[in-house]
């Protein structure tokens, strides 16, 4: 998809692995979380064009240069008995912001949403991105204050799959 000012969205293809990772990275450093990030560009190679494929990504691309990711992947609503599509992440460089590039992103993945039949289009806001919070809802999303996350990872994710042997 082309758009203004030599901006292009497509979906991430064999090869895109090295850009997008750095991009994941900006935005790790954005959210002061870059000590978290322990994942590499062979295994994101893999969960986007292995033989299961786990995630998809469209880069926004300025110049032939990626500025900007959506990464999102499939879930399912037993309610609506429908596909959905999960938002994981959604970035900008900083230098490309206040451009429509976000919001072109975000549009992109409704779309693809809207294309795949899905009942929901859902993801997660930091509670201290007023910032973003307000783009959602200029956007038509509600923000879900009653329901909240819940994560195990690493070691109590072991220790969860050893309980049946408790």
Not at 91 to 99: A, G, H, K, T
Not at 138 to 148: K, N, P
Request: charged share 25%.
């Amino acid at each position: 998809m082309n758009l203004h000012n030599n901006l292009t969205l497509r979906f991430a293809q064999p090869g895109d692995s090295n850009a997008l990772f750095n991009l994941i990275r900006g935005l790790a450093e954005y959210e002061g979380l870059s000590h978290t990030v322990t994942g590499n560009t062979k295994d994101l190679e893999i969960h986007l064009f292995g033989s299961h494929k786990y995630v998809e990504a469209i880069l926004a691309e300025k110049d032939n240069k990626a500025i900007g990711f959506a990464l999102f992947f499939s879930n399912y609503s037993t309610f609506l008995t429908k596909p959905g599509i999960y938002l994981e992440d959604i970035f900008v460089l900083p230098e490309y912001r206040q451009q429509g590039i976000g919001k072109a992103l975000f549009i992109k993945v409704a779309q693809v949403a809207l294309e795949r039949d899905c009942g929901r289009f859902e993801w997660s806001v930091l509670d201290w991105n007023k910032i973003a919070q307000k783009f959602y809802s200029c956007m038509g999303a509600s923000i879900l204050d009653e329901w909240r996350i819940c994560r195990i990872t690493a070691e109590d994710l072991k220790k969860l799959s050893m309980k049946n042997n408790e």
